[in-house]
C-alpha cells in the first residue's frame, strides 16, 4: 500500500473511529472479516465497535446506578414528615406548593394577558405640601448620595 493511499485509508477511518478503545476496534475489523463480504465502510466499523464495548458501558451505568442509590437519602416516613412540617410551621415558614412547570404554549397566552394590578407608592398619594413630603425631602436633602446624583446633574447641564 502506497503512504498516499495509507493515508486515504487513515482519513477514512480515523475520525469516526477515535472515539472507541483499540481493542474494540481490532474486534470490530475481526467480526467484519469473518462476515462481511465487501469492504466495510466506518460506520459498519463503529456499529460493530459499539456492539463490543456495549457489556462494559452497561456495566458501567449499572454500577453508577447503584453507587448513586447507595448514595441517596433513604424517603421518609409520614410521621417524619409531618414532624418535620410542624418543625417548619413553628418556624414560620409555610412552604408553597410544587407546581409543575407551564407548557410552552401557555407563555403566549401569558404575554396577551393585560398586565398585572401596579400598587401605588405611598408618595403618589400624599398631598403635596403634606409633612410626610417634607420629612421625605429633608431625608433626600441629606442624603449623600443624592446630594452627588445632584451636583452631577447640575455640572452636565452646566456643560
Not at 446506578?65 to 409555610?94: C, S, V
Request: charged share 35%.
Amino acid at each position: 500500500m502506497t503512504e498516499k493511499a495509507r493515508a486515504k485509508v487513515l482519513s477514512t477511518y480515523c475520525p469516526g473511529l477515535r472515539d472507541y478503545p483499540l481493542w474494540a476496534i481490532e474486534r470490530a475489523f475481526t467480526d467484519w472479516a469473518k462476515t462481511g463480504k465487501r469492504r466495510p465502510a466506518p460506520a459498519d466499523l463503529i456499529d460493530l465497535a459499539a456492539k463490543a464495548i456495549r457489556p462494559l458501558v452497561d456495566e458501567i451505568n449499572h454500577r453508577n446506578a447503584a453507587a448513586a442509590a447507595a448514595l441517596a437519602p433513604p424517603d421518609r416516613t409520614p410521621e417524619e414528615k409531618a414532624r418535620a412540617t410542624a418543625m417548619l410551621e413553628a418556624a414560620g415558614y409555610k412552604p408553597k406548593p410544587f407546581r409543575a412547570p407551564r407548557p410552552v404554549d401557555a407563555t403566549q397566552q401569558e404575554d396577551d394577558a393585560p398586565p398585572p394590578k401596579r400598587h401605588r407608592h405611598w408618595t403618589e398619594s400624599a398631598a403635596p405640601g403634606s409633612a410626610e413630603i417634607a420629612e421625605l425631602n429633608r431625608e433626600r436633602d441629606g442624603n449623600k448620595l443624592i446630594q452627588q446624583a445632584r451636583a452631577a446633574r447640575e455640572r452636565k447641564a452646566r456643560q
